[in-house]
């Protein structure tokens, strides 16, 4: 089978696996809050949640009517050839995809106003690449919903006002956002580089598993700083008040510029779907975030 056809099929199987079923680390931090919540609501609230990630699961139909816009993240061994290849065989898995998922269509052309029906269009997928050593290709795919993209949002701070400052942005976005982007969320934190490079960056930290802190001891100390006071806003399980208004927050960084400080938080609501899959040289897939079944 070609490298194109190959991509393409993963690719498939990964948006497949991404609607139906959650990662591990996402549900054992939804099932850790339910039993922590002390709210009711919230209780109620994150029972649901378990139910229909369950359901999901069960029948192999999407945990949400809103399958996302789709975003592929992808590492490609240097070693590899015919990488031009991966860009079509994406599209046409998303727009396969679209049908046998199926997914719903998300894709609207912004100057027409019409949807077109297969989830693709003009930057859509959007496909983000990244060259590593080696001979692997590895995919992610990461179907972003429409509620939790919607708060997303980055600020150019006053660069004296450091990480104090970055702290009171992130938990005024969240207070701000409310219950639209149905948490409990994961958030994804990033600061410094540009005002593009930071919501890049905080993108990319919303791939990273909720059990991995950053490997900088203080950027992870600054994680949990987040999470603790981000969860004593009492926002709570789809904005009904609780403990568990977010179940993680992964942050990351880059240097600045003298005279900036721009920084970004990225939401993901709590369906944070995601799935990686790795294609070796000798045609073998391993599938990194799922068991394929």
């Given amino acids: 089978m070609s490298l194109e056809k190959t991509i393409e099929n993963v690719a498939v199987n990964l948006l497949r696996l991404a609607v139906t079923e959650l990662p591990r680390d996402v549900k054992e931090a939804l099932r850790n809050a ?7 609501a919230g209780k109620t609230q994150l029972k649901a949640i378990l139910n229909n990630i369950e359901l999901a699961e069960k029948t192999r139909t999407p945990m949400c009517q809103d399958t996302g816009t789709i975003i592929f993240y992808i590492k490609a061994g240097a070693e590899v050839g015919q990488l031009d290849k991966i860009e079509n065989a994406l599209f046409n898995a998303t727009k396969r995809a679209t049908t046998e998922v199926p997914l719903r269509p998300n894709a609207v052309d912004p100057i027409q106003q019409k949807n077109t029906g ?59 956002s409310g219950s639209k982007p149905c948490p409990p969320n994961i958030l994804g934190v990033a600061f410094g580089g540009g005002a593009d490079i930071a919501m890049k960056l905080a993108k990319n930290a919303l791939l990273r598993s909720l059990n991995q802190p950053h490997k900088d001891p203080k950027i992870a100390q600054l994680e949990k700083e987040l ?38 938080v990225a939401f993901n609501c709590w369906a944070a779907r995601r799935a990686t899959a790795q294609v070796r040289p000798d045609g073998q897939i391993k599938y990194l975030t799922h068991e394929l079944r």
Avoid at 34 to 40: D, H, K, L
Avoid at 146 to 162: H, I, Y
Avoid at 251 to 264: E, G, L, N, Q
């Fill in 34 to 40: 339910y039993q922590e919540e002390t709210s009711e």
């Fill in 118 to 176: 297969d989830n693709t269009g003009r930057n859509i997928p959007y496909i983000n690449w990244e060259i590593v050593p080696g001979d692997i290709i590895e995919i992610t795919v990461m179907p972003k919903g429409g509620g939790s993209e919607n708060v997303c949002t980055m600020n150019m701070l006053v660069p004296g006002q450091g990480i104090k400052g970055l702290k009171k942005f992130v938990i005024d976005s969240v207070i701000k």
């Fill in 227 to 264: 999470l603790d006071a981000v969860n004593q806003t009492g926002i709570g399980p789809m904005g009904l008040g609780g403990k568990f208004t977010v179940l993680g927050v992964n942050v990351d960084y880059a240097v600045r510029h003298p005279a900036s400080f721009p920084a970004a």
